[in-house]
């Protein structure tokens, strides 16, 4: 009696020299995958903690880091063999922004600033959208969250030391700032300020979001410190910081109880509804510089606004010229003099013409003046596509919450497009919108929908 033959697995030798084994270029990915990782942790300390990132070694060493990190995790993808990308909307939204600030940099008017912030934009960007496609794990993502925490404890405590008188060496100050107000590691106090309004909402998040632990003072004793320090910056983002804290609890209401979500959210926009159209009123401006006064706010309600309007005109009338495709990056310091009014008897304006203007004072018309209305449509649609699939990490849940933050503040301030250590922590959080999941397999077989396949 005859048996039908035995199949038998194929005998193969060893792998060649040019062919690794699937272990060896599994462990070369992780390992690729963990540096770049790192470098995006380093990335977002070195932001905020090299003065704000605004002058020459910040800045550039920001471009540095940032490029560093995405090709480390170009080249750990191309190991692994695929690229994991929970939101590929949001990532070719920012990849078509990206090559617009490029186009952009490269036809404009002073070409080397504009391919410098090019850079910025990014390392900026490439930097969260690594992060977004690496922090899968549970032990990735808290290694991300405790850069952002232990980044937020040194620019709290270089606060903190900077009122006791001990200021940073090789560090530069606006002239009588420090004996006055506080400006952290950043140059100029709203600046700080601005930064704070992450760190308080992540501290909020971390407290909401787990269990009482070790970890539960330090986070405690940082969200007080942030909110001490931004009580003494004089900023104009000092209640956008106390609003940060907050936000965190709708956050966390939509994840636990959508119904107190939904009921949390409708108040919070009837409250500001009703903040809006009272400080419309005289007296509800009144009421407004009292309680300002009370918090750290020097300036007055009118002041603030007539003064915002002067510097916006600016940006108003560079955007008339070129509406469509803007200025270029880095353009402002120099375009927005060509536009500037004789000096008049009128208290503000005489003010802001017969200053230097670094930048736009709202991140609606930074954009738009440098990047066009082109640029300013796909950085929408990036951020809006960016709340698709939202997961409920730690990481996840505070972007949710500064974003609409950072959007309020846009309408005054630039922290989103013109202050480099602020921006690289913001969209690293913004962009970070996955649950955790398993790492990938090493082998073809991951879903479509959650994964890039790079083997063409």
Request: proline share 7%; charged share 10%.
């Amino acid at each position: 009696m005859t048996h039908p033959p035995t199949l038998q697995p194929p005998v193969t030798g060893p792998p060649g020299p040019h062919t690794p084994s699937p272990t060896l270029r599994s462990r070369a990915a992780r390992t690729a995958e963990w540096a770049a990782l790192l470098a995006a942790c380093l990335t977002i300390a070195w932001g905020p903690l090299a003065q704000g990132s605004a002058f020459g070694w910040g800045f550039s060493g920001l471009i540095l880091l940032g490029s560093v990190t995405v090709a480390l995790t170009l080249i750990a993808s191309g190991l692994r063999g695929r690229l994991d990308l929970p939101n590929p909307l949001m990532t070719l939204s920012a990849l078509a922004f990206l090559g617009w600030v490029w186009i952009s940099a490269d036809q404009a008017p002073d070409r080397l600033e504009g391919l410098r912030w090019a850079g910025i934009w990014t390392a900026t960007l490439g930097t969260a959208l690594s992060v977004h496609a690496l922090a899968r794990t549970h032990a990735r993502q808290q290694t991300v969250l405790t850069a952002f925490l232990l980044t937020g404890g040194a620019a709290v405590t270089l606060a903190l030391l900077q009122g006791q008188g001990h200021l940073i060496p090789g560090f530069t100050y606006l002239d009588g700032v420090p004996e006055k107000i506080l400006t952290g590691p950043y140059f100029h106090p709203s600046h700080y300020s601005g930064y704070l309004i992450t760190v308080a909402a992540l501290t909020s998040t971390v407290l909401l979001n787990t269990r009482p632990g070790w970890h539960t003072l330090p986070v405690l004793a940082l969200a007080a410190g942030v909110q001490y320090t931004n009580l003494f910056t004089d900023g104009s983002s000092i209640p956008a910081v106390m609003l940060a804290a907050a936000v965190p609890v709708i956050v966390w209401a939509w994840k636990h109880r959508p119904w107190a979500g939904v009921t949390l959210t409708a108040a919070a926009l009837a409250a500001a509804t009703w903040i809006v159209i009272t400080l419309t009123t005289p007296a509800g401006q009144a009421q407004f510089d009292t309680y300002s006064k009370r918090i750290g706010i020097s300036q007055s309600f009118e002041t603030f606004i007539e003064v915002r309007k002067a510097i916006h005109r600016f940006g108003t009338a560079l955007i008339e010229t070129q509406p469509l495709t803007g200025i270029g990056p880095g353009q402002w310091a120099t375009e927005f003099q060509t536009v500037r009014a004789p000096v008049t008897d009128h208290p503000f304006r005489q003010y802001v013409d017969g200053q230097y203007v670094n930048y736009a004072h709202s991140d609606y018309l930074m954009v738009a003046v440098e990047l066009g209305l082109i640029g300013a449509a796909l950085l929408s649609i990036t951020l809006l596509v960016s709340l698709i699939g939202r997961g409920w990490t730690s990481l996840a849940m505070t972007g949710a919450a500064i974003l609409p933050v950072y959007l309020f503040t846009g309408l005054y301030d630039s922290h989103l497009s013109a202050i480099p250590g602020t921006m690289i922590g913001a969209y690293v959080l913004i962009f970070s919108v996955r649950d955790l999941r398993p790492a990938p397999p090493d082998r073809p077989g991951v879903p479509a929908s959650t994964a890039v396949d790079l083997n063409f």
